[in-house]
């Protein structure tokens, strides 16, 4: 366990106590965002980014631990274990490893080369490798056995050739040796099986596609591994991509004849087939499936961590506030579905607007919308991003230039996960009587009063800020998206009085049961007064109040400070200042005068150290700050509704809807997307998008091409450089364009690929259908 936390601390950049009160902690039933905020002290100030991250790394070498103590309880019953390979063992940092040095001891099926074994062939195959200058079928004669199915020499030279070839395809040391090679060198090769061209156009980049399999990156790896799986693209390994004369040894038998101590040219043929053998039949075809499964399980740790990150930013968005707020959510056919909400969400009031194709009623959804906004005294309008936005933004851009007076701001907001939220057994439950299209327009209106508090209640997943979501692991997926949710929703805090069992589920120490049971006691007894009440709500135990309680907000209760992110256990502090300074709580709450006279050092004891004390007097400042941040609108081009209408050089403001690895996604208000390449975020160098952007944020970007057939737009940051038609950044196949691909018919001359460019990516391609508006 020590070595454990040992190396947890040098991963994450910490001391080994740290770690150790950390890791009790966390053992001890405390979450990650009570620890990181109210626990500072304790942990030496390890912030919720370690925290996690040491919580995921505490469950691998955990279970490490388990493996290796098998593994080495498993070989000594075989009365194997000698004092060397219980050390190698132990040295084992990986699982990888770990399964490495168990492979020949591990349990299997009766192999060709354990049945030679029984004949009693070993000693022959053991003859043949050390004196290769015998001739292998004078020697073999001596081995004949009938009876177990040698009956001629060659045979027995073929069971021979397997002792050996399991043997070395299990070594330890020679497995990393060549593993080592191939991480390093090896190319991932892909070729569209013939007859699936058209079929699988979109990923028609990767139809004859060469890169080393250590330079893939995690949306390329995806798109590929995707292709596969659809039945349009085969992937092979390529361990020798620079080996022009293909009737030298190739590097891998070079590695195997090396550590057999085998020259390969001199020794006998059968010897030759041996190595030969060894590689492609064994090694070869064993290593490529684990690095193409490794390939995939890093992708997928990648594409996780970029919808986290997504997500964050989406989670942390800024809130419209608790205004009335009205929306609409667009469509054609079956009308715009309208709703009204007050400043905490309570529907006030519905109905069905036709003012487009077929029916057309212009005027009669203006005046309806008038009168809402005029009864309810609406401040926002809310307006989903699908079908007929654009149209329906047209609308209320005529309502707010006829009705000044109302004072209305309108903003397009995504509708991403609302038809889930509409269709769930919650919306269900909230409201029973309502059809599914207008819980879809409440909640459009209150993800732009609160995203937060709105989002919570979908699955992360159906929200859409993801890449290639569905082909990844789904329960790492859940764990890290449940994570971010569970860090947003205690960074921001939740009003007890007025949140919903779904946001109240995120809240540090509850799970579903106490959140129903906090909504069930404030439904029977009216609102919370103060933070002690909680302790009377079914099943919240003592643990449970000490987790949730900072994270817990009472406004206009009996105690101020409930209404701030101060721990009730941190209370006294805060009366021992007040009696230093004879003040009441009143008046020292955002009093940033009188809180800077306060000396942290004055109030640090072994229960409240400094950074605590520090945290309460910084709280007590700024009382329940919102670490959000202020809220913005973009404002769609007039005239620019479809796709159609972009033409280079125009110049639009859109919002960020999707960062991946290769670049950004923003609405420019036309129902599609469009891609602002990594090469085009900036004039500075680039490495992440997320230095430059994040999902939410309003930025103005200029159109670069248009391609209306496959729905794709090119776009770009760099507002001062002109637009090249054939660039690289349009992703074109000039001569000067270093990511040419070649012609198929031209395999030697193939090169690694990096289809980075926006418009012919099919990773880009993909996601942007996945993006098209509904």
């Known amino acids: 366990m020590h070595s454990i936390h040992n190396t947890i601390a040098q991963e994450i950049g910490a001391s080994t106590a740290q770690i150790n009160a950390a890791v009790q902690l966390l053992d001890e039933g405390a979450t990650v965002p009570f620890i990181s905020r109210y626990r500072k002290e304790v942990t030496g100030g390890l912030d919720d980014g370690q925290l996690r991250t040491l919580e995921q790394r505490l469950t691998y070498l955990r279970e490490l631990e388990d493996r290796r103590s098998s593994i080495i309880s498993t070989i000594k019953e075989q009365g194997k274990l000698s004092d060397a390979l219980h050390q190698l063992l132990l040295d084992a940092d990986t699982k990888t490893r770990l399964e490495d040095l168990y492979l020949p001891y591990k349990q299997k099926r009766v192999t060709k080369g354990q049945m030679a074994i029984e004949a009693g062939i070993e000693p022959l195959a053991d003859m043949l490798l050390t004196q290769p200058s015998l001739d292998p079928e004078n020697q073999a004669s001596a081995y004949l056995n009938p009876e177990k199915n040698y009956p001629d020499t060659k ?14 395809s299990q070594d330890a040391e020679l497995i990393s040796q060549v593993r080592s090679y191939l991480q390093h060198n090896a190319t991932l090769d892909a070729q569209v099986i013939a007859g699936k061209e058209q079929e699988g156009i979109k990923f028609k980049d990767y139809f004859a596609y060469s890169e080393k399999i250590s330079q893939i990156p995690s949306h390329r790896a995806l798109a590929i591994l995707r292709g596969r799986n659809e039945g349009i693209l085969q992937l092979s390994l390529n361990a020798d991509p620079e080996r022009e004369d293909k009737t030298l040894p190739s590097t891998g038998e070079t590695l195997i004849a090396r550590y057999m101590q085998v020259n390969q040219l001199t020794c006998n043929p059968w010897l030759k087939t041996v190595v030969q053998w ?16 490794n390939l995939r399980e890093a992708a997928e740790i990648e594409a996780i961590n970029v919808f986290a990150k997504n997500l964050n930013d989406l989670l942390m968005a800024a809130p419209g506030g608790p205004k009335v707020t009205l929306a609409l959510d ?12 007050d400043g905490t969400g309570k529907l006030l009031a519905y109905s069905t607007i036709y003012p487009h194709a077929p029916r057309k009623d212009w005027q009669g959804s203006l005046s309806e919308l008038a009168k809402l906004c005029q009864q309810y005294k609406v401040e926002l309008i809310s307006i989903g991003n699908g079908t007929a936005s654009r149209e329906t933004d047209q609308l209320v851009a005529e309502l707010i230039k006829a009705k000044p007076e109302l004072k209305l701001t309108k903003i397009m907001v995504s509708e991403a996960g609302a038809s889930v939220y509409s269709a769930s057994e919650l919306a269900a439950k909230e409201f029973p009587e309502l059809d599914v299209s207008i819980r879809g327009a409440v909640s459009i209106a209150r993800r732009l009063q609160d995203p937060l508090a709105e989002l919570v209640k979908i699955e992360a997943k159906a929200i859409g800020v993801g890449q290639y979501q569905h082909d990844v692991n789904q329960s790492l997926l859940a764990k890290k998206l449940d994570g971010v949710v569970e860090d947003c929703v205690n960074a921001v805090g939740v009003d007890v009085n007025s949140a919903s069992a779904a946001l109240l589920t995120h809240v540090a ?10 909504v069930d006691y404030r439904d029977e007894n009216g609102i919370f007064v103060d933070r002690s009440q909680l302790k009377k709500v079914a099943r919240l135990g003592p643990k449970a109040f000490q987790q949730c309680a900072g994270f817990l907000r009472i406004r206009g209760g009996k105690n101020p400070l409930d209404a701030s992110a101060v721990h009730p256990e941190a209370y006294p502090v805060v009366k021992a200042m007040l009696k230093d300074i004879k003040q009441d709580i009143t008046n020292l709450m955002g009093n940033s005068a009188l809180l800077s006279t306060i000396q942290p050092q004055a109030y640090a004891s072994e229960e409240f150290g400094v950074p605590t004390v520090t945290d309460i007097i910084k709280e007590l400042d700024k009382p329940g700050r919102d670490p959000r941040p202020e809220f913005k609108t973009a404002t769609f081009k007039d005239g620019v509704n479809t796709i ?6 125009m110049i639009l403001e859109g919002v960020v809807t999707n960062v991946a690895n290769f670049g950004a996604f923003v609405d420019v208000g036309v129902h599609q997307d469009g891609l602002v390449h990594i090469s085009a975020l900036s004039n500075k160098f680039v490495s992440d998008p997320r230095e430059v952007v994040k999902a939410g944020q309003i930025v103005k970007v200029k159109v670069v091409e248009v391609d209306v057939q496959r729905k794709r737009i090119a776009l770009t940051m760099k507002l001062d450089q002109a637009v090249e038609q054939n660039n690289n950044s349009t992703g074109s196949r000039s001569a000067k364009n270093n990511n040419h691909q070649p012609k198929a018919s031209a395999p030697k001359a193939r090169q690694p690929q990096k289809p980075a460019a926006p418009l012919n990516n099919a990773f880009a391609d993909a996601f942007s259908k996945a993006k098209q508006k509904r």
């Open 155 to 168: 045979a027995v030279l073929e069971g021979a050739k397997y002792i050996l070839m399991e043997r070395y």
């Open 278 to 293: 060894t590689w492609r039949i064994k090694l070869l075809m064993q290593l490529e499936n684990e690095l193409i499964s």
């Open 330 to 341: 667009p469509g054609l056919r079956t009308g715009v579905k309208v709703a009204v909400v």
């Open 509 to 518: 120490g509850l799970n579903p049961t106490l959140a129903q049971n906090i």
């Open 644 to 649: 159609n209408d972009l033409k280079p050089e």
